[in-house]
């Protein structure tokens, strides 16, 4: 039976993450992302990536996004160039929509009985603590509704009714939506 995935902030090709992350290369990253992406999902599962997919090379890294197991939906990010956030985000969505089913700024899911958000952002919070929250115009509302989100790059999994699906919290492998429905129920 197809299974369901949530991640976000794999940063391919991010020189920046190769360090921050304990990695000796750009190819020993990436390569590390891709084994634990491919170990985890399915050929035939589904996929919420929630942005910050890679930089650089958009081609390159987009091209080694189209390798990774299942079908891809993207809730884009700050660093991906078709998110809304950019001014020629809409110019990038057919090269885009190759890899990825759909591209959306947010969405919903249902998962063990509540409406679930996705977002890249947070409610609240940033990596960058100097600075306070960035891109608030574009962060949804806290309604009291559980949000899965990455950008933070912490290792919190779990912060009220948020949960932080990114690479950094979760050993660089994306997360299954039985143990998403897990950390609410228990919460609950």
């Known amino acids: 039976m197809p299974g369901t995935w949530y991640t976000s902030d794999p940063h391919i090709h991010h020189k920046l993450m190769v360090t921050t992350r304990g990695f000796a290369s750009l190819d020993a990253h990436d390569g590390a992302i891709i084994k634990n992406w491919n170990k985890s999902v399915a050929p035939e599962d589904t996929v919420w990536l929630l942005g910050d997919i890679g930089m650089g090379n958009e081609a390159a890294y987009l091209g080694l996004v189209a390798c990774l197991n299942g079908t891809k939906h993207l809730v884009s990010g700050n660093h991906d160039a078709v998110w809304p956030g950019h001014r020629d985000a809409h110019k990038k969505h057919d090269a885009w929509l190759r890899v990825f089913a759909t591209i959306q700024p947010f969405a919903r899911r249902r998962i063990a009985g509540y409406d679930v958000l996705l977002s890249h952002f947070p409610y609240a919070g940033d990596h960058e603590e100097l600075h306070g929250d960035r891109f608030t115009q574009y962060r949804l509302r806290d309604e009291g509704r559980w949000l899965l989100h990455g ?13 932080h699906v990114g690479l950094d919290a979760w050993d660089l492998a994306p997360v299954h939506e039985d143990t998403v429905r897990k950390l609410i129920v228990e919460a609950e």
């Open 151 to 163: 950008h933070t790059h912490g290792t919190e999994r779990v912060h009220g009714h948020q949960i």
